[in-house]
């Protein structure tokens, strides 16, 4: 596997609660290969969006190492993190994190406005991103007006428009029934045949054996489930 495209060397992210420690992470060692696909499965409030926060640099580990393609990203300035967190990672977050009031199209558009894409090039991409997951003729709808599984759709158009290395989904099926969950993980299958890395935290067993691989967390410790056949 080399030295991975992602690795978490010693992990751990500490909060303060009620006047003592509490670890949200202990120790955590993670590698990922190029193109794997791997889900994280683990009981509410294991630590399973924290891990995810920290690899996509949403969050900072309070102490460890968090290396992407080799390099320590304790070293990176705010603007080198926004910009890994832009071009590098695509993100599927838990509650989506949509603009509300604005349609579907400009929720796909908003990784491009970093980028300075022309707005043509950027309509163009965000559409062809709607189109994939099936959602292009939605559009111009306000994501208020857009069911749970719709909403989900535009997250994952918004994930892949600037076409990252990596896309991280936490939850990307919750709530959704079985035919959108195939569909979506179909579509995440065939993103990472196209040699995309994908990182999925779930808590269904189908989502789960459909990635290659799968690490559990408990109690903020990750250990490694049997590498499937
Ligand atoms: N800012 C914070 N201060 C204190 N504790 C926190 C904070 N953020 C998260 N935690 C705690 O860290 C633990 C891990 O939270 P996390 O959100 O990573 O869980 P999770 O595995 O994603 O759960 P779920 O499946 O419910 O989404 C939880 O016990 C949570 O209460
Ligand atoms: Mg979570």
New binding site residues.
Partial sequence: MENGIIRLEGVS?K???GGSD?Y??KDVNLKVGKGEMLAIT????????????IIGCLDKATSGDCLIEGRSVGGYSDSELARVRNMFFGFVL?DFALIDHRTALYNVEAPMFFNRTPAARMKKIALAAMERVGIADQSSKEIVNMSGGQKQRVAIARAIVNDPAVILA??PTGNLDEKTTNDIMDLFCSLNNEGKTILI?T?DRNVASRCKRTVS?SD?MLYESRDKE
């Fill in positions: 992210k909060y303060i609660v509490f949200a992470l683990g009981t509410s409030g294991s630590g399973k969006s924290t891990l995810l926060h838990q936490d939850e935290v808590h967390i903020g």
